[in-house]
């Protein structure tokens, strides 16, 4: 989809969106510019994020930071039901308070690859009660709605944060799997190299393993390429990049890409705008395959 109009922005603070539907959709992995929680309901889904693979049960909440590539695998003869926040990290981290750190389940997230906690039936309870009384607020007129919206909505993130940090740790007393090693290997290596030379074959020279046996492993524990993989992250970079005031020539080579029409080509066909429009825009937005996933 490249059509401005598909894309999801996020110009507040936070939103919230309950979701139920049965659709025959099939997602790419994507990423976002803000900040990203998903409880799940109900449904046959399975989840991929940064080379983790989840398949959902109901009360799982995922935490997924910006710019952390993601998609879901949906069953669509099955309704699936969830709730997906959108959260503007500048709004977290304004709200920093030394050991209140609200922001501090999507770094841990992001830093341990655990992305995935289970609620319990007393936590989901007041999650969805606190969900709840934000909506209310937003539909209100009366004096201080908005004071109270956010900070109804700060408790939902102390609450999230509380069992994020709670969660059962027994699973990562578990062996770890040889290829899942291997594949969080070769993301770190990816991600500290997106400037350099990342073809196949460097690769699979890099790691002295079969460039074939390492795509295909690839696949099966991401649910990507590792082509668009790199893809995904170099427009990230990119995107931080060009926010600095980096000329687009600079941008073009700093994040990987070389060839000048292959990046706008790349960027026009994940973002549905070219990187001079972007340039001017002051949104954080999805790349417009997400449909709040």
């Known amino acids: 989809m490249n059509s401005n109009k ?12 309950s979701l139920n539907d ?20 109900d449904g046959d889904v399975n989840y991929f994020i940064e080379g983790r693979h989840y398949k959902l049960k109901p009360n799982d909440v995922l935490f997924i930071s910006s710019n952390e ?13 969830r709730i997906a926040i959108w959260v503007n990290s500048e709004f977290t981290h304004l709200h920093y308070e030394n050991s209140s750190d609200i922001h ?15 609620l319990d039936e007393y936590r989901m309870n007041l999650v969805k009660s606190l969900i709840e009384k934000i909506r209310i607020e937003e539909n209100s007129s ?13 408790s939902l993130m102390v609450s999230l944060n509380r069992a994020y940090f709670d969660k059962d740790t027994s699973e990562n007393l578990k062996p770890e799997d040889k290829n899942e090693v291997l594949i969080d ?34 696949k099966e524990y991401t649910g ?52 001079t429009e972007y340039k001017n825009e002051n949104l954080l937005f999805d790349d417009g395959m997400s449909e709040h996933e």
């Open 104 to 118: 501090a389940c999507f770094d841990s997230a992001s830093k341990e690859k655990q992305y995935l906690i289970s």
């Open 6 to 17: 598909n894309k999801g922005y996020l110009n507040e603070d936070f939103k919230i969106f």
């Open 69 to 81: 590539i993601h998609k879901p695998e949906i069953n669509p003869q099955v309704n699936y039901s």
């Open 142 to 154: 009366k004096l201080g709605a908005d004071l109270m919206r956010d900070a109804l909505f700060i």
């Open 185 to 218: 290997e070769l993301i770190k290596y990816i991600e500290s190299n997106l400037s350099k030379d990342l073809s196949i074959d460097r690769l699979s020279a890099e790691f002295y393993i079969s460039k074939y046996y390492l795509m295909r492993k690839f």
């Open 224 to 275: 990507t390429s590792i082509h668009n993989y790199i893809v995904q992250k170099r427009l990230i970079i990119s995107k931080k990049f060009i926010r600095k005031g980096y000329m687009m020539s600079e941008v073009c080579t700093v994040s990987g890409f070389h060839d000048y029409s292959s990046f706008v080509r790349a960027f026009k066909k994940n973002y549905g705008i070219s990187p």
């Open 22 to 41: 049965k659709r025959d959709i099939q997602f790419e992995y994507h990423h976002h510019d803000f900040d990203k929680i998903i409880i799940f309901l």
